[in-house]
């Protein structure tokens, strides 16, 4: 579901679904708090791949950010479509920063 | 043109998926992709509640879908046999959950999103309940290109 | 995997293009361009077969088809409540209406091509019938691009 | 569901329909008879537009075809993806002369 990769010092989660929705948003929420867990404070959700959320995916969005508290920073990177829709009518476009890709992403928590 | 199909899968998560393709394909010719996002998304928002609140996560349960493909507008139900939901919940002003500090964290949502964005995405909501079924219904009007 | 969903329309000519539409939209992600033309023309052949002579043309009779999409198969069932067809209808060699001679006008079909182009289309083809239904089971193997 | 147009003494028949089906197919062949009965003989269908034919659409083709008799000619145009295919898979590709696009049928007919 999800591959990683570590770039400048972030973590770069990459989810391999093209929708998270109800079915896997608890699956997606244990494998990003094992990174979390395990000691990654600045991450990437790489979202480029998946074409669809609901608002079960979302909220494990939102439990990540909320478990990884003030010290860590988790950026969301190449939403589009219905993905960044729903980011922006929920307006959690103001709780997690979306990039229009990982480099620029990286590049920003990296900095 | 009014048309109408029915579309029905068990109560499984994992099938919610492919009814909401069946009837993003239906509507299709009737709307812009923005409108498809928003009716699949009120789709999906609707059929998991039935899901995991009316039938509790069981499977097995039936999960109806009807679409009324109408001149000016598509017409979904979304239909269920589990007991009903309480009727106010529907009645919430449509932007409650999203009306966070986001400099709060503690107030960001995790859950309580779903009805809130159907009513967002659909031009009408309406529920009806009685002794045989439980019926969501959400209207989307068609906006024709002026001509 | 293995899932399915189910979908009905009442036995009017004019419904049968949503349903294929959305059983199309459904197969998509599993089968070729050409795949998904002969699961389509199968799919109206068989409806329209149910519609005309199972239902006499008759409105408001209900017809139903079954996607089971499985790890190597495709299960399309087509369901519906008419009296069955004779037995020994489905028996005919598959090429039978197509062996016309070209050049002589009067021997080019005009009609008898449904179910030869439903045997030819899929890779297996059964009418299951009892008291309270009939059925007719299509079958299409998925072929994965060797890897 | 057709709009007609005569060029070089040949009628051009464009069908606007994307599915010549068995709700179509009766108003399809009444449509064309009408074109028959009223004299045209060198007919071309243009089924660029069509992307969906079943054996009743099929059967009504060939029932104009009987009706034009030995005297005259229907050529069908434009057809692709699952229309070519079903031309070809009934033999129907052997009765109908195929052109790939209008202007190669009317200069056959014409000539
Ligand atoms: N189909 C339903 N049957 C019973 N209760 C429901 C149904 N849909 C919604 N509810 C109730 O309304 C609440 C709000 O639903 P919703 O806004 O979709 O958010 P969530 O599903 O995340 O809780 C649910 O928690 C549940 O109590
Ligand atoms: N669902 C059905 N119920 C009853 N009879 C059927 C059914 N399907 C096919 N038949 C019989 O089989 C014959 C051949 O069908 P088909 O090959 O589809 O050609 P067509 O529909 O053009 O006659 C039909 O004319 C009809 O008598």
């Known amino acids: ?111 | 043109m009014v048309s109408s199909i029915s579309l029905s899968i068990d109560s499984d998560l994992d099938k919610v998926s492919l009814l909401s393709r069946a009837v993003r394909a239906l509507c299709e010719d009737f709307l812009t992709a923005d409108e498809l996002d928003a009716v699949e998304l009120s789709l999906v928002e609707a059929i998991n509640n039935v899901i995991k609140h009316g039938y509790h996560g069981e499977k097995g349960k039936d999960v109806q879908v009807a679409v009324g493909l109408q001149t000016e507008q598509i017409v979904i139900d979304v239909i269920d046999h589990a007991p009903p939901m309480a009727p106010d919940v529907l009645e919430q002003p449509s932007d409650d959950p999203f009306n966070f500090d986001e400099a709060d964290l503690a107030q960001i949502p995790e859950g309580g999103m779903g009805l809130a964005l159907i009513r967002m995405n659909m031009d009408e909501v309406e529920y009806l309940s009685n002794e045989s079924e439980n019926r969501l219904r959400m209207v989307k009007r068609i906006e024709r290109p002026a001509s």
Chains 1, 4 share one sequence.
């Open chain 1, 1 to 111: 579901m999800l591959s990683t990769d570590v770039r400048k010092n972030v973590l770069v989660v990459r989810v391999a679904e093209k929708r998270i929705d109800a079915s896997k948003a608890p699956l997606f929420k244990d494998e990003i708090a094992k990174c979390i867990d395990a000691g990654q404070s600045q991450i990437v959700l790489d979202l480029s791949g998946v074409d669809f959320i609901d608002s079960s995916g979302l909220g494990a969005l939102v439990s990540c950010l909320k478990r990884l508290g003030p010290r860590g920073s988790l950026a969301v990177a190449g939403a589009t479509g219905a993905v960044s829709r729903l980011f922006t009518l929920t307006r959690m476009d103001k709780v997690f920063t979306l990039h229009p890709n990982v480099d620029s992403a990286v590049d920003q928590l990296s900095a």
